[in-house]
């Protein structure tokens, strides 16, 4: 159940180091990105693998200290602590790609959102009352050589009608498809949510177990193909 971020970042801090007797060069750099659902920056550590024997047209782009990039990845949420003792929340990212903004200024750098596409197991049935429809799933990410998991409270307005037409079916143990913004707190990982949807084999149980007047109106006009044919065969 593989999950990814993609943020816009400003990079404060960057450095290579190639791996012993291994083609390969390994990037760590510390970035500061501005979400806009935080009233403060947000910390950020990059990580970059790059294969010298691989063409560079397929590599992962290249990026150093001072630039602005918009960088995707799979992700992990640590935390950190401060001079006195504060405890703060970092976003890990393992990079996939990473597209830099050479026009933007850093020292105004616009906040944007933390942008989040996930496969997730739900953990309960959804949550919906007059204003909301609240999803607690768990997704796991392939991080620091290590299986991670990471559950995440997962919401939108009832009034998205579009939304509420997919959600008002999901049980507990379905997989399902979000794409949306992550929102990193202090007490909480919440997630508002954009698009969902079923992965293939379940949307049609889905259809199945909520529709099935449907299939009894298939199987009438299969019946009725079968008394032609049986017609013309005679």
Known sequence: MPASVTVLCYVTS???????????????????????????????????????????????????????????????????????????SILKITLNDVVHFDT????????????????????????????????????????DQGYNNLKLTCYHSTSAQYLTNTTAVIKKDSIIYINNELMITDDDNIVHIRNVSFLEYQKINTITNSSPMQFSWESKDQNNTNQQNASTIA
């Open 104 to 143: 933007l200024d850093p020292n105004n750098l616009p906040a944007f959102s933390i942008l989040i596409n996930m496969t997730a197991l739900v953990q309960e049935d959804p949550e919906i009352d007059n204003k909301d429809v609240v999803i607690n799933i768990l997704t796991k990410n392939y991080v």
């Open 14 to 88: 960057y450095q290579k180091k190639l791996v012993p007797n291994k083609s390969l060069s390994i990037v760590e750099a510390l970035d500061i990105i501005r979400s806009r659902s935080l009233g403060f920056p947000l910390n950020v550590i990059l990580t970059g693998f790059y294969h010298h024997d691989t063409i560079q047209e397929l590599n992962l782009p290249e990026f150093e200290d001072k630039d602005v990039v918009l960088a995707t990845g799979n992700f992990r949420i640590i935390e950190g602590t401060g001079q006195n003792d504060e405890k703060y």
